[in-house]
């Protein structure tokens, strides 16, 4: 199983980007989905997740300006973000709780990160 994330960049204070990621592989279903971040000296965080039905959890500072979606039929998940802060800058990481078989067993696999700077 595989996570590509995309959409990394630099943006000016205010501004928005969209991140994206894909799962392939061999993938029986997948459960939750999230995106995640790390800042330099500091650990990583949860952003946001979306479960299979939809329900989403945020992290307190970014709730009203970011929006995570996923395809379940594509194994898709994207991290719509506005109004950035240069707070938010940080390697954003994808993740997905994937089952390979039919059995409900789900291990996290995570995609390579990319780069969100933000610059005041």
């Known amino acids: 199983v595989q996570l590509q994330a995309c959409g990394g960049g630099l943006v000016q204070a205010g501004g928005s980007l969209r991140l994206s990621c894909a799962a392939s592989?061999?993938?029986?279903?997948?459960?939750?989905m999230g995106w995640y971040r790390q800042a330099p000296g500091k650990q990583r965080d949860l952003v946001a997740t979306?479960?299979?039905?939809?329900?989403?959890n945020y992290l307190d500072s970014v709730k009203g300006r970011f929006t995570i979606s996923r395809d379940n039929a594509k194994n898709t998940v994207d991290l719509q973000m506005n109004s950035l802060k240069a707070e938010d800058t940080a390697i954003y990481y994808c993740?997905?709780?994937?089952?390979?078989?039919?059995?409900?067993?789900?291990?996290?696999?995570w995609g390579q990160g990319t780069q969100v700077t933000v610059s005041s």
């Open positions: 592989g061999s993938i029986f279903s997948i459960s939750v």
């Open positions: 979306i479960s299979r039905d939809g329900i989403t």
């Open positions: 993740k997905a709780d994937v089952s390979r078989s039919g059995f409900q067993i789900y291990y996290p696999y």
